[in-house]
């Protein structure tokens, strides 16, 4: 869980067996804005502050933090078929959506990402969702011209800002106007 401390710093804190906060993890980080558990022992760690973001991989056991990558979004994802995770490289004018290889630590892209998309469902295809305005789209490093699945302009109101799959069920969430 993120905790938010009265000065406003935040930090991932474990929970015990009543929902009591316990253990503090990686106690040096306090700027914590998201994060992604990859196993037991491993979390993906977003970090923003007045001076830019940033993607860190933590040890739980050791609290050792590992910088990935320079301004991303908070976007993180687990690929589904490989011991992989996708976040959204913000450096250049246009964002790109990337893959880090958790066992090589290579930082490859996967595709450029239009405008202001910074979250993304993976299917098991290796291809992803994502909403642009009112349409709900799909592409892959295979396929990254987008193809366009469904438009629900005069369905809802306002534009979809994230896609969640689970099994054979799509969740959207729009932001109204």
């Not at 940033?54 to 687990?78: C, E, F, K, R, Y």
């Not at 291809?127 to 490093?141: F, I």
């Not at 809802?156 to 994230?162: K, V």
Request: net charge negative; aromatic share 6%; charged share 20%.
């Amino acid at each position: 869980m993120v905790r938010v401390s009265p000065d406003l710093t935040r930090s991932l804190v474990r929970l015990d067996a009543r929902g009591n906060v316990g253990e503090t993890l990686f106690p040096n980080l306090a700027n914590l804005g998201a994060y992604l558990w990859i196993d037991d022992d491993r979390v993906a760690l977003f970090t923003g502050d007045k001076n830019g973001t940033q993607l860190m991989l933590g040890d739980v056991h050791t609290g050792a933090v590992q910088p990935i990558a320079d301004n991303v979004s908070a976007a993180m994802a687990l690929m589904p078929g490989s011991r992989a995770i996708s976040f959204v490289d913000q450096t250049d004018e246009h964002a790109r959506l990337m893959r880090f290889d958790l066992s090589t630590h290579a930082i490859t892209p996967i595709m450029a990402v239009p405008d202001g998309v910074e979250k993304f469902a993976w299917l098991a295809d290796e291809s992803v969702l994502y909403g642009d305005g009112t349409k709900l789209v799909r592409a892959s490093a295979a396929q990254p011209t987008p193809h366009e699945l469904i438009d629900f302009r005069g369905a809802i109101i306002g534009a979809i800002t994230r896609v969640t799959v689970s099994g054979n069920r799509i969740a959207l969430v729009v932001h109204a106007p």
